[in-house]
């Protein structure tokens, strides 16, 4: 992995590739930043760099059998660990070594692949993955032996905030004194998910948006699409180039996710004074709760998305508004006055607690259900 084939975060790469070159290697780094900000194709870059002893951008001239190994992500010294999930072949006690070939294939396809995109990948949508103990366990067992070229041992722990409080206090001696020439590199979306004596123990590393230019000029270099369409396609990726590859792909859930958001809304408001509308949003919350857990939260992100979208329409604010509606006669002229100052902050807390709820197991039709009845309300609010 090229430090060049990253997008943006160059004040990041210089950091690192000085970091390395000066032999000032922190053995304990969080990288922390939104999804799709090339958080883990740096991270390997970055251990390719100093496994490898490689110079430059280019990530490259140095050990070449060490860089082959890269192409397949099989390296020796460089490891992984990732939430997971019991499955079909994997009944009991999971951990990241039983899906190390699954793990590999999903990187090398889409190195700005998101969480739900790894749970797609291993078809368990409807299940939330973890790490446990046991991947502790392994962390501990790897990392006491030496390395297999002599160099350094580098640990990738990609969603670091998944680990489970067993999994994190099994690990903190070991942060704190590492064996020698042992790299940890902890990668989160969610900063504040981690226990503070975990992150206390890490150098922080923040990682921003990617810029729009870069994300449509990575299109129009990588996929050959049409400038126009390429920017366009940046703008509504926001910075995550996860998700500008999604839409370039046509792989976005985008339109399903758009009209059933139209359907809610629409329902909600007409069931004011109505009770044959309820049912029908009874069975609009059994539609959402089959989409699966992770399915469920990233419906209901969209829908913030929705709102917040509709609020800065409402208040002229034009050009901060890149969702274009494709449903039948929705608009935002026509929505936004619905959405204001006396319900946003009410919508959005109930949209956050029905994501708290669904991420802790809770029954996701009795969820939906019951933040549907309260849209009911929201949506009138004057």
């Given at each position: 992995?090229?430090f060049?084939?990253?997008l ?8 690192l ?25 740096m ?5 390719q ?21 890269f192409?397949?992500m ?15 072949d ?30 797609s ?5 409807n ?5 446990r ?9 790897t990392l006491s ?7 350094y ?12 409080s067993?999994?994190s ?31 206390s123990?890490?150098?922080?590393i ?17 996929l ?42 629409r329902?909600a408001f007409?069931?004011?004074?109505n ?12 539609t ?5 857990r992770?399915g469920?939260k990233?419906f ?16 002229q604010?034009?050009?901060l508004?890149?969702?274009?509606p ?24 109930e ?13 996701a ?13 929201l949506?009138h609010?004057?």
């Amino acid at each position: 992995m090229q430090f060049s084939q990253i997008l943006g975060q160059d004040y990041i790469k210089n950091h690192l590739i000085k970091s390395a070159t000066s032999g000032r290697i922190p053995h304990a780094q969080l990288f922390v930043g939104p999804e799709g900000s090339g958080m883990l194709p740096m991270a390997i870059a970055y251990a390719q760099y100093i496994l490898c002893s490689n110079t430059g951008m280019e990530n490259e001239g140095g050990n070449e059998s060490c860089n082959m190994k890269f192409d397949s992500m099989n390296h020796p010294d460089l490891h992984f660990v990732y939430p997971n999930v019991t499955t079909g072949d994997v009944k009991k006690n999971p951990k990241s070594s039983d899906f190390i070939a699954e793990w590999r294939e999903f990187v090398l396809n889409n190195y700005y692949g998101g969480l739900s995109d790894w749970y797609s990948y291993l078809g368990v949508d409807n299940k939330q993955g973890i790490i446990r103990v046991e991947d502790a366990q392994e962390i501990l067992k790897t990392l006491s032996l030496k390395s297999y070229e002599g160099g350094y041992k580098v640990m990738i722990i990609w969603m670091a905030d998944k680990m489970n409080s067993d999994c994190s206090n099994r690990l903190l001696k070991l942060l704190e004194e590492p064996p020698a020439k042992t790299l940890f590199l902890l990668i989160t979306e969610n900063e504040e998910d981690l226990i503070q004596t975990i992150r206390s123990r890490c150098q922080v590393i923040q990682f921003g948006p990617v810029p729009e230019a870069l994300i449509a000029e990575g299109l129009i270099n990588n996929l050959e699409i049409e400038e126009s369409e390429a920017y366009k396609i940046a703008h509504q990726a926001q910075g995550n180039n996860n998700k500008a590859l999604e839409i370039a792909y046509g792989d976005s859930n985008d339109n399903s996710y758009e009209i059933w958001f139209v359907d809610w809304v629409r329902t909600a408001f007409k069931a004011k004074g109505n009770a044959a509308a309820i049912q029908d949003l009874i069975l609009w919350s059994e539609t959402i709760a089959s989409l699966g857990r992770e399915g469920q939260k990233q419906f209901l992100n969209y829908c913030i998305v929705m709102f917040r979208q509709a609020m800065l329409y409402n208040y002229q604010t034009d050009k901060l508004v890149y969702i274009e509606p494709t449903v039948a006669n929705f608009t935002f002229e026509k929505f936004a006055p619905f959405v204001n100052g006396n319900n946003i902050e009410e919508l959005f807390t109930e949209l956050s607690d029905a994501i708290y709820h669904i991420e802790r197991n809770g029954n996701a039709k009795i969820i939906l259900t019951d933040l549907s009845i309260k849209l009911t309300r929201l949506i009138h609010k004057k």
